[in-house]
Nanobody, 121 residues
Framework: QVQLVESGGGLVQAGGSLKLSCAAAGSTLRINTMGWYRQVPGKQRELVAASRSGGTTNFADSVKGRFTISRDYAKNTVYLQMNSLKPEDTATYYC???????????????WGQGTLVTVSS
């Protein structure tokens, strides 16, 4: 079984920065995609950023130019650097991993527990 452990959320003023981390715990061999979604109460969860093992990344239009995503493949960890934060970035951020290969098994759409990011105006 694979678990995703997130850290780095918190309270920050508008214009500030935060860095989220998410590590895949367990005897993982290979992870195709890791990324971040976010959700506010009453709204659907939306993609923030994703990183695929081939090196491609994609971002929500609302965060382009402000957020970057990076991975440490040796540590099975993904990072989300968030700069120039805005109050509308306030949400619970969820790490996810897709197509996680563990031995002969492949797991799809694994989610972290979520970490709250609050941006004050």
């Amino acid at each position: 079984q694979v678990q995703l452990v997130e850290s780095g959320g918190g309270l920050v003023q508008a214009g500030g920065s935060l860095k989220l981390s998410c590590a895949a715990a367990g005897s993982t061999l290979r992870i195709n995609t890791m990324g971040w979604y976010r959700q506010v109460p009453g709204k659907q969860r939306e993609l923030v950023a994703a990183s695929r093992s081939g090196g491609t990344t994609n971002f929500a239009d609302s965060v382009k130019g402000r957020f970057t995503i990076s991975r440490d493949y040796a540590k099975n960890t993904v990072y989300l650097q968030m700069n120039s934060l805005k109050p509308e970035d306030t949400a619970t951020y969820y790490c996810y991993a897709d197509r996680v290969q563990v031995g002969p098994y492949t797991y799809f759409e694994i989610w972290g527990q979520g970490t709250l990011v609050t941006v004050s105006s």
